[in-house]
Nanobody, 125 residues
């Protein structure tokens, strides 16, 4: 059974950093596009970043460009989201998602077939 599990969330002060991890079980992430999404209370789910499998091309939302970095470690079947210079507006539940059409990196939630349960990120002083 395909499963994604996120970890690494928590409470951090503005300007701080967190690294989120997304570990897959039941399938090999090598061939999948992986996306990171977030959803704040009362807001729609937003595409934050993604990475394709074929050429590791990446996408970042304008709101996180220059602060967040997505990477993958295929040996560990894990994708990371390094988040630096965090702001209060980054507070949300963060989800990773996977789709086997690894040739395309999409910021749309509908593209992805598999989802994790999410990890809470809170940026507050």
């Amino acid at each position: 059974q395909e499963q994604l599990v996120e970890s690494g969330g928590g409470l951090v002060q503005p300007g701080g950093s967190l690294r989120l991890s997304c570990v897959a079980s039941g399938f090999t992430l090598d061939y999948y596009t992986i996306g990171w999404f977030r959803q704040a209370p009362g807001k729609e789910r937003e595409g934050v970043s993604c990475i394709s499998s074929t050429d590791s091309s990446t996408y970042y939302a304008d709101s996180v460009k220059g602060r967040f970095t997505i990477s993958r470690d295929n040996a560990k079947n894990t994708v990371y989201l390094q988040m630096n210079s965090l702001k209060p507006e980054d507070t949300a539940v963060y989800y990773c998602a996977a789709d086997q059409r690894g040739y395309y990196c999409s910021d749309g939630a509908a593209w992805y077939a598999y989802w994790g349960q999410g990890t809470q990120v809170t940026v507050s002083s």
